[in-house]
């Protein structure tokens, strides 16, 4: 069964089709959703009647700050429940990872030296070698010449020191 391939403007013709028939129904569920909010709007809410004196217009205003307060208060005890059903939920999903761990996985030997690992980190733009050696800083060993003149002769400061030793003897 050999299947034909479809040619590029049938395609496309199809395409625009379906796009147009998608267009079509968002614009459909967009008037029923309007629709919608008309009837329940009529339902709950029917329109008030501005004629009359002013006391039953004001018994009207006290009687929508009183559904508009009731409808709050619901509004934060839902609100209340969805935050902290949330948070449940939160540490419920933490529970459940640790009671099942995190599950490492297997380690592969690698043969790769450290130069090659730090190239493979670092890309191929960055020069790094391991060779610490190299990077030392290196010391020439200097020779420190003393000066002959302050060694001297040695009998002469052994006679001096002498001299000393006698001071130190006679008082």
Request: glycine share 2%; hydrophobic share 35%.
């Amino acid at each position: 069964m050999s299947e034909k391939k479809m040619t590029s403007s049938r395609r496309h013709h199809l395409k625009s089709l379906i796009l147009s028939i998608a267009a079509n129904m968002i614009e459909e569920e967009k008037n029923e959703l309007v629709a919608a909010k008309e009837a329940y709007m009529a339902e709950n809410c029917p329109a008030p009647d501005k004629n009359g004196d002013q006391a039953a217009l004001m018994e009207i205003c006290k009687k929508l700050q009183a559904a508009i307060d009731k409808i709050d208060e619901e509004r934060y005890d839902i609100e209340s429940k969805v935050t902290k059903t949330d948070k449940e939920i939160d540490d419920l999903k933490i529970k459940v990872v640790d009671l099942v761990g995190v599950k490492k996985p297997a380690l592969k030997k690698v043969r790769m030296s450290a130069d090659s690992m730090l190239q493979a980190l670092l890309g191929s733009k960055h020069k790094v070698t391991m060779d610490l050696r190299s990077n030392l800083k290196q010391v020439k060993k200097e020779v420190k010449e003393e000066p002959t003149e302050a060694v001297g002769d040695w009998r002469k400061n052994i006679e001096d020191k002498a001299d000393r030793k006698k001071m130190f003897e006679t008082s």
